[in-house]
C-alpha cells in the first residue's frame, strides 16, 4: 500500500483552512503540521490531538519526514517561504499569485526545477471542470475563431480582503484567460479604485491586446451587491457563456455575426446561427481536491510540473504590468515576460 505524503499547511485562513479540510479527507494524504502565527486559529482549525501545531515555520521545516508544505500566507510573504520550503526539499503547494514579481516566481520556479521538488501555484479554477470542458470545446473548432472575452468576478468581500482586487480576485481572472487561450497578452491596461482604505484598490477594469487580434476585459470589485463568477466568450462561429454560480455551468449559443469577407465585398455583415442554447454535461468534481490530487500525483513523481509553472511565471507576469498600467491610470503597458523564454501554456496535468 502506498504511504500517505506527509504535509503541513501554513496559514490557516479561507484558503489555507480549506485545502486543509480537503487534505485532510484525501486518502493518499496525511496532515501532518497546522502552522498559523495566530494561536486560537489553530486551536480552532486543528482536526485531531495527533496533529501537531506551531506558530513557526521553522519546527515542520526541521521535520525530515515531512514531504510537502502547502502555502495560504499574505502574498508579501510567499517568496522567501517557497524558497525556505524548496531549499528544505519540500514540494510546495502555494496560493496564486506565487510572487509580487516575475523575477522572483521565475528563479522560484528554475530553484524548483533545480531541487527536483514540485511547486504548484493553487489556481484552482483551472481545475473546475466547467472550464475545462470550455477549453476542450474550444479545442475542437465548435467556436470559430475567438473574438473577444470579458470576465466579471465581482461580491462584497472588501471587509476581509486585505489586498486589491487586481492581486486577490484578478489573478484568478488573469489565469483562466491565459489558461484558455494558450497565450500572453502583448500589452494590457489597468483602471480602478479605493474607496475604503487609500491605496487597496476595490474596483478595477482590466484590458488585455494579444499579439493575434484577441482582446479581452475583466471587471473585478469587491464592492458589489451581488456575487458574480463569469466568463463570457465571443466566436466567430458561437458564443459561450461560463457561470460557475449558475445551475448550468457552460451555455453554448448558436448565433455569431459574419463580416464581409474582404474590405471591397459590398455585401452587408450576416448573422448566422438558429440562436438555440445547449448545455454539455459537466461532470461534478470538486476543484480543490482535483488541484490536490493533481499536487500529490507530482509529489510522488517527484518532479516539478513544467506547464504549471510556466503558467505561474506568466500570469504575474500581467499581474505586473496591469499594476503599472494602474499606477499610472491606465496607460497601456507592454507584458515583460522574464529574460529566459518561457515555453506557451499548454493543458493541464490531470492526476
Not at 163 to 181: C, H, P
Request: proline share 5%.
Amino acid at each position: 500500500m502506498r504511504a500517505a505524503v506527509r504535509i503541513a499547511v501554513v496559514g490557516l485562513g479561507e484558503t489555507g483552512g480549506s485545502l486543509a479540510a480537503v487534505l485532510d479527507a484525501l486518502p493518499h494524504a496525511g496532515l501532518a503540521w497546522l502552522c498559523d502565527v495566530d494561536r486560537a486559529v489553530l486551536t480552532a482549525t486543528k482536526r485531531s490531538d495527533r496533529t501537531p501545531i506551531t506558530t513557526s515555520v521553522d519546527d515542520l521545516l526541521a521535520d525530515e519526514s515531512l514531504d510537502a508544505v502547502v502555502l495560504a500566507t499574505p502574498v508579501a510573504t510567499r517568496v522567501e517561504l517557497v524558497e525556505r520550503a524548496l531549499r528544505a526539499d519540500k514540494h510546495v503547494l502555494v496560493a496564486g499569485p506565487l510572487a509580487r514579481a516575475s523575477d522572483d516566481a521565475l528563479r522560484l520556479t528554475d530553484l524548483a526545477r533545480e531541487r527536483s521538488r514540485c511547486l504548484l501555484t493553487a489556481h484552482a479554477d483551472l481545475f473546475h471542470p466547467g472550464l475545462r470542458k470550455l477549453k476542450e470545446v474550444m479545442e475542437t473548432g465548435r467556436l470559430g475563431d475567438t473574438f473577444h472575452l470579458y470576465a466579471n468576478r465581482q461580491d462584497f468581500s472588501r471587509g476581509r480582503r486585505e489586498a486589491s482586487v487586481l492581486w486577490s480576485l484578478g489573478v484568478r481572472d488573469v489565469a483562466t484567460l491565459l489558461y484558455l487561450l494558450d497565450d500572453t497578452p502583448v500589452d494590457v491596461s489597468c483602471w480602478g479604485e479605493s474607496y475604503v482604505r487609500q491605496g487597496v484598490g476595490d474596483i478595477a477594469f482590466c484590458f488585455l491586446r494579444f499579439a493575434n487580434g484577441v482582446t479581452a476585459h475583466i471587471h473585478l470589485s469587491s464592492l458589489d451587491p451581488q456575487t458574480i463568477r463569469r466568463l463570457t466568450l465571443v466566436g466567430s462561429r458561437q458564443m459561450v457563456v461560463y457561470d460557475e454560480l449558475a445551475e448550468r455551468t457552460l451555455t453554448i449559443h448558436d448565433r455569431a455575426v459574419v463580416p464581409p469577407r474582404t474590405p471591397a465585398d459590398g455585401r452587408a455583415v450576416r448573422v448566422e446561427g438558429d440562436g438555440s442554447v445547449t448545455s454539455p454535461a459537466i461532470p461534478g468534481d470538486d476543484p480543490l481536491q482535483v488541484m490536490c490530487e493533481t499536487f500529490l500525483a507530482g509529489v510522488r513523481r517527484g518532479r516539478p510540473l513544467e506547464t504549471e509553472a510556466s503558467l505561474a511565471v506568466r500570469v504575474v507576469s500581467v499581474l505586473e504590468a496591469l499594476q503599472r498600467s494602474l499606477e499610472r491610470v491606465g496607460t497601456a503597458e507592454a507584458v515583460g515576460l522574464p529574460a529566459r523564454r518561457l515555453p506557451n501554456v499548454v493543458s493541464l496535468h490531470s492526476a
